[in-house]
């Protein structure tokens, strides 16, 4: 049985109970009137009394809770009984959110690499809503989109609940809101004052965690207003506290090594045959091999030996599996009747995040521009080492590469400040209309300050070597001491800023015989800045591919604006209440025109149907159009240097395969060994800086879907959705594999240009040189899927004479029937591929499965809550360094964590405790595949049992 017929499957199943119980709820009880817990469905006199809020994925405010819109909300208990003093560590959990998303388990080798992009280190959660990505999900907070969607700026106190909507919103929202929304809905209506520590462990005695909040306000008759503080501590994890981290695992050939870097403190040192032979070391197709230093200090020709493939360095044991974090929040909620009809409100917060990650000591060698002359007399060799041929030296252009132990490990430091306001007033058009307005302006502003310590000063470097600090040794005491001056801490700062005014007016336009038609509609101007500065010593030259430092950490300024105005508008349209099978039927159209200074206008719709056969049952169903403009990253980024390990199809071929791919495999040798390194340079840009332009990525969202509350069995909701979301035209920076990958299928793709090898005058002829890799509209992406939910207040019953206190069970899974990208559609060899139950390094985790079973209990002044979390098995593509197409298994997980509170109202005191991951599971492995410790960081914990606790007064 495939996949999608299971789906099907369990969806008929899920629709017979539900009709069932539909049956029963139409079953004549005309002798038994509805008791006071049955839910009585309000007339409409009554309707009008209730108070109509405007609901996540609509503009129309709405008394109803279920609407078309398929919204999961997260409410504080939820959020408190988890533990986590971060908000980021409770969504990403969620099981409609898969696929690749930054948290501060994400080291990236420490986050060298200088980008605008760059997220690891710096402590931030983000969130991709069915695994499309961080960019397709918006982050709004009470309505209003985040500058800076870190979930981790949002003190835990500050919220309400947290609503995501998993269906596309742009008629709502506008650009971004494609996989989804996640809403931070605000507190309001608070009395009192509430201080709280909390403290966590794991079981291994590391990764410790502490912070307190503070939280006070007041509530009158004519304002509200809340406060609060809060800040969190969380301390680094070394790869090497974790058996599956301690060492990077490299799958080649069908075999596990613990490997590491071929940068190694005594050298990788490439020698033509005439030299090497001396070794009796194995020559290349290049005509050269390669040598390590074995004893001595380097100065004779003795002291080397064969550099064997397990020579290499455990950069791993020194990367951090959780990144050094320290927050300090701020916020302020207040709002003021100034009259009868008119309120001044305004929500405001300031986060400041300190975090860092490090990296092993550098590796630095001729790539990054370090000459070695074959006259300098640390040099045995006689042989010049340099990047390139030196014109008149006919023995230069040899590879050397090296370690600088001496010189430390690299921290990249991050301060990162944000904050963010939003200020209006609403009111009413006169005390007898229904219609209200809202206008509001709101800016935010963040400052990404990111300092990198112990990068290699190649200058600085070059005079050490040249004034005889002999690089071959360093196990000397007093050659590191040299080396270790020519370091140098370049400073790359990130900004970028929001300003927006927008006016809202809402309300009924006529009455129907169904009911009152409601309008909403409004529009905003809105204007985005960013500007990424580099230290003038760490600027990239797109030429050589170096610059003053190390090679990894330099980058390039970037700078850009855009503005964009919009007009939307929804209506609610009742066509039918109170019918048989018609308890309500509802129509929502929506539209939206957005006009950007960068892409133009585009207009999206949206038309919902909502239909209530009965008054316990809704079915629902909503297509609209999506898109998502260019973000000024995409547009505006200067070139950054990326090195990903490229699964080269060059390798190993015959002279006839690579005379039939001439344009990709340009001189490749025959039965080439691949690229050494196998990380290779690739030169990431937004479009603007390489002179292309960019259009919005456009495509449509469909949900279906029903939700049942019976009334024959009270306390129990339950839904069940179908979804599918398509989108062309994407927007994505081309991977490196796409590019050789496109031009080895096709000789003519556009894409040939951006492959540069090292041509028949290098040392090592054929390997990449750079690859340029720009953000492009290319290929096109579509998922398909089931949302499950139920939850259920189950009624109380006692065990004999003992009261065993109150239960509630919830149960929400996502199904992911298909995840197809065709990365090149339209070229010869283009081919869509099926992602869905599959890991891999462009898309992360798309586990089919996903799910949370949650189980809680409270009692007196007891409570507590079991919840189970499960990611389904699936397969690692391409996972092998040497054998192109070698997929692996990756088995399933189940996580469980407990907590436990109970409370003391004598001291106005709460206390928690709770353990989360209590099996220990460990994480699956992908190996080299992933860009933290062998393991995919964004789906699995890397921590392990970790015990928490929190004590909270109110008073």
Not at 94 to 117: E, H, Y
Not at 490 to 506: D, E, G, L, W
Not at 579 to 585: D, I, K, T, V
Request: charged content about 15%.
């Amino acid at each position: 049985m495939n996949h999608l017929s299971l789906a099907v499957r369990l969806a008929l199943t899920a629709g017979i109970i539900t009709a069932a119980g539909v049956a029963q709820a139409q079953a004549p009880q005309a002798d038994n009137p509805p008791s006071s817990d049955q839910a009585t469905p309000p007339s409409k006199s009554k309707a009008k009394t209730l108070q109509a809020v405007v609901v996540t994925g609509s503009l129309i405010r709405r008394v109803d809770v279920e609407t078309a819109s398929p919204v999961v909300t997260l409410d504080r208990a939820t959020i408190s009984n988890s533990g986590k003093p971060v908000l980021g560590d409770v969504l990403q959990q969620m099981p409609s959110i898969s696929g690749n998303a930054t948290n501060p388990q994400n080291n990236s080798n420490g986050g060298g690499v200088a980008s605008p992009l760059l997220e690891g280190g710096n402590g931030a959660s983000r969130v991709s809503l069915r695994g499309l990505g961080i960019n397709r999900t918006l982050v709004l907070v009470n309505g209003q989109r985040m500058a800076n969607p870190d979930l981790n700026l949002i003190p835990p106190e500050m919220i309400d609940r947290v609503d995501v909507l998993a269906e596309g919103a742009s008629t709502v929202y506008g650009s971004d809101a494609i996989g989804g929304v996640v809403n931070f809905i605000l507190r309001k209506d608070f009395k009192g004052a509430q201080f709280s520590l909390n403290d966590g462990i794991s079981s291994h005695g590391d990764a410790q965690r502490r912070g307190f909040n503070l939280t006070a306000g007041n509530t009158g008759e004519n304002y509200s207003i809340v406060g609060g503080l809060d800040y969190n501590k969380y301390d680094a994890v070394l790869g090497k506290r974790r058996k599956f981290s301690k060492q990077q695992l490299y799958l080649s050939s069908g075999s596990v090594v613990a490997a590491g870097s071929s940068s190694i403190p005594t050298g990788r040192i490439q020698l033509p045959a005439s030299i090497a032979n001396q070794y009796g070391c194995p020559i290349n197709s290049s005509g050269t091999a390669n040598v390590t230093l074995a004893q001595g200090d380097g100065s004779a020709l003795g002291d080397y030996r064969c550099r064997l493939s397990s020579d290499t360095y455990n950069y791993a044991a020194l990367n951090y599996i959780q990144t050094a974090q320290k927050r300090t929040n701020g916020f302020v909620l207040g709002s003021y009747n100034l009259t009868d009809s008119l309120t001044a409100y305004v929500d405001a917060f300031y986060n400041r995040t300190v975090s860092s990650g490090q990296d092993a000591p550098s590796p630095v060698g001729t790539g990054d521009g370090l000459i070695i002359s074959s006259s300098n007399p640390i040099n045995p060799f006689g042989v010049t080492f340099s990047q390139n041929p030196v014109p008149g030296d006919p023995n230069s252009g040899y590879n050397f590469q090296t370690r600088l132990t001496g010189a430390g490990t690299r921290v990249h430091s991050f301060t990162t400040s944000t904050g963010q306001i939003n200020a209006g007033l609403r009111g009413n058009f006169g005390q007898e209309s229904s219609w209200i307005w809202d206008a509001s302006v709101n800016y935010s502003h963040t400052n990404r300050k990111q300092s990198d310590t112990n990068e290699v000063d190649i200058p600085a470097l070059q005079a050490a070597v040249d004034g005889g600090a002999n690089i071959f040794n360093q196990a000397d005491p007093s050659v590191g001491a040299q080396l270790r001056g020519g370091v140098k801490t370049p400073i790359y700062v990130f900004t970028q800023s929001t300003k927006q005014a927008q006016f809202n007016a809402s309300g009924e336009l006529w009455d129907l015989p169904a009911g009152a038609m409601q309008l909403s509609a409004g529009a905003l101007y809105r204007k985005q800045f960013m500007n990424y500065t580099v230290s003038d010593f760490a600027v990239l030259d797109p030429v050589t591919t170096t610059c003053q430092i190390l090679q990894e950490a330099c980058g390039s300024p970037g700078r850009g604006n855009f503005d964009v105005k919009e007009v939307y508008a929804e209506t609610l349209i009742p066509l039918l209440s109170e019918q048989p099978w018609a308890h309500s039927l509802n129509l929502d159209l929506g539209i939206r025109t957005s006009n950007y200074s960068t892409t133009g206008t585009t207009t999206n719709g949206k038309i919902a149907i909502e239909w209530r056969p009965t008054s316990d049952l809704l079915l629902r169903g909503t297509v609209s159009q999506v898109f998502r403009a260019p973000n000024l990253n995409e547009l505006y980024d200067g070139r950054t240097l990326v090195q990903p390990n490229l699964n080269d199809p060059c390798v190993g071929l015959t002279a006839a395969e690579l005379a039939a791919h001439p344009a990709a495999c340009q001189f490749v040798p025959v039965n080439w060994a691949g690229n050494s390194p196998a990380q290779v340079n690739t030169f990431y840009s937004g479009a603007s800086t390489v002179g292309a332009t960019l259009k919005p990525e456009k495509g449509k969202s469909i949900d279906l879907g029903l939700v049942y509350d019976p009334d024959w069995l009270p306390g129990l909701s339950t839904s069940l959705d179908f979804w599918h979301i398509h989108l062309s035209d994407t927007l994505t920076a081309i991977q490196a594999d796409t590019v050789v990958g496109s031009c080895f299928n096709n000789a003519s793709s556009p894409y040939c240009s951006f492959i540069h090898r090292e041509d028949n005058t290098s040392r090592q002829p054929g390997q990449v040189f750079l690859i340029n890799t720009p953000v492009v509209n290319l290929g096109n992406l579509s998922t398909t899927g089931i949302d499950y939910t139920l939850r259920y207040k189950i009624p109380h019953f006692n065990l004999g004479n003992m009261d065993p206190g109150n239960f509630r069970a919830g149960l929400s899974t996502s199904y992911t029937s298909t995840y197809k990208n065709n990365a090149t559609p339209g070229e010869p060899g283009a081919k869509t591929i099926n992602y869905a139950g599959t890991y891999s390094q462009q898309f992360g985790n798309i586990s089919r499965w996903r799910g949370t079973a949650t189980l809680n209990w409270d009692k007196d002044n007891w409570s507590a809550q079991w919840q189970s979390r499960y990611i389904h098995r699936l397969t690692a593509l391409n996972v092998d360094a040497a054998i192109t197409g070698v997929n692996i298994p990756m088995a399933s997980v189940l996580y469980h964590s407990i907590q436990l509170g109970y409370a003391v109202p004598s001291i106005h005191t709460r206390f928690d405790i709770g353990v989360d991951n209590l099996s220990n599971k460990l994480p699956p492995l992908v190996y080299q595949n992933s860009g933290n410790y062998n393991v995919d960081t964004a789906t699995y914990d890397v921590l392990g049992r970790y015990y928490w606790a929190r004590a909270t007064i109110k008073f």
